[in-house]
């Protein structure tokens, strides 16, 4: 049996780069609030800016990357998808709701069987 190991490789420049998107975030949530006196547009167009550059250091580090090639992949595997019509949709919902009601009933004529073989058949406890 083969085993197939998977090695990741971080470089320094990439940790670095981690580091300060995320120290970049941080900054963006401490300059929205240390601007409170400012206006709202200045605090909200820092904490924007801020994000930017945060998630644009983090598109150029290889975690970025590889998120960025898993977010592709993923869009392309979602693009095979044969979905249903809505025909098929509407006709797989009616079988749900018709199995549900059928097991319901199912469940409910049991329970009222059992009831009545333990407390009226065994017990007598109902006259």
């Not at 409170?36 to 150029?60: C, H, I, K």
């Amino acid at each position: 049996m083969a085993t197939s190991e998977v090695q990741t490789v971080h470089s320094g420049a990439d940790k670095a780069k981690l580091a300060g998107s995320a120290l970049l975030l941080v900054a963006a949530f401490v300059a929205f609030y240390l601007l409170s006196s400012q206006g709202s547009l200045v605090r909200w167009g820092a904490l924007l800016v801020l994000v930017a550059a945060a998630v644009a250091v983090f598109a150029v580090s290889e975690a970025g990357k590889q998120l960025i090639a898993f977010g592709r992949d993923s869009w392309r595997e979602v693009k095979k998808v044969v979905w249903p019509t809505r025909k098929e949709a509407i006709q797989m919902t009616l079988y749900v709701f018709a199995f549900v009601f059928v097991m319901a009933l199912f469940l409910w004529l049991t329970d009222k069987t059992l009831e009545w073989v333990l407390y009226d058949l065994i017990l007598g406890w109902r006259k």
